[in-house]
């Protein structure tokens, strides 16, 4: 596995590197190496890691903003070693995307099986975030298409089914989607009934 270490330590590297082993022999090898206040996301680009784990002197004073960002611009596992339990930093460490939070001595024990664990975490993570976001879709969808259908059954004096495929032969003419067609349906009654 490549791993991206994000540290403020000088013998974090040494550390990591000595429990690097994976099962069946497998080394996990250390491809970039970065401070805390780096552009993470320039970084993990030009060194595709498989996992990310940050190890840092004082987690209060990381900055978290930037794995939120590198979180939300290109996702990766993350993994983070501190011995502070409170809460907050926790919860900031959550919030930017952080999949596992451990304490040094037992994050570095079990490196290889903890780096595997982080990045299946994240992989069913970023799934279930994945079908969420096509389920909101589809009631978004289903929203427009319903507020449409109403306008040409009121322009249209037409019954439910009818209307409905109204809008469905239109999207068909012109090659787009339902939806596509519903929010033009909606523009123009808003532009025609001069609505915000």
Not at 43 to 49: E, G, I, L, V
Request: glycine share 4%; charged share 30%.
């Amino acid at each position: 596995m490549r791993v991206m270490l994000v540290t403020d330590i000088p013998d974090a590297l040494e550390a990591i590197m000595a429990h690097a082993q994976g099962s069946g022999g497998a080394m996990h090898e250390v491809v970039a190496l970065a401070a805390p206040n780096d552009p993470l996301a320039d970084k993990a680009r030009d060194s595709s890691p498989d996992v990310i784990v940050v190890h840092v002197a004082k987690p209060e004073e990381y900055p978290f903003a930037e794995l939120k960002s590198l979180s939300e611009s290109a996702p990766l596992p993350v993994m983070f070693l501190a011995d502070d339990a409170r809460p907050e930093i926790m919860a900031q460490a959550s919030h930017a995307g952080v999949n596992a939070y451990l304490p040094v001595d037992a994050g570095l024990k079990a490196f290889p099986t903890l780096a595997e664990w982080t990045r299946a975490q994240f992989l069913t993570i970023r799934e279930l975030k994945k079908r969420l976001k096509e389920k909101e879709d589809k009631l978004a969808d289903r929203i427009t298409i319903e507020r449409a259908k109403g306008i040409v059954m009121k322009l249209r004096s037409l019954e439910e089914d009818a209307a409905y495929h109204e809008i469905r032969k239109l999207a068909m003419k012109r090659s787009q989607p339902m939806r596509v067609v519903a929010e033009q349906i909606i523009d123009t009654e808003n532009l025609v009934m001069c609505k915000g």
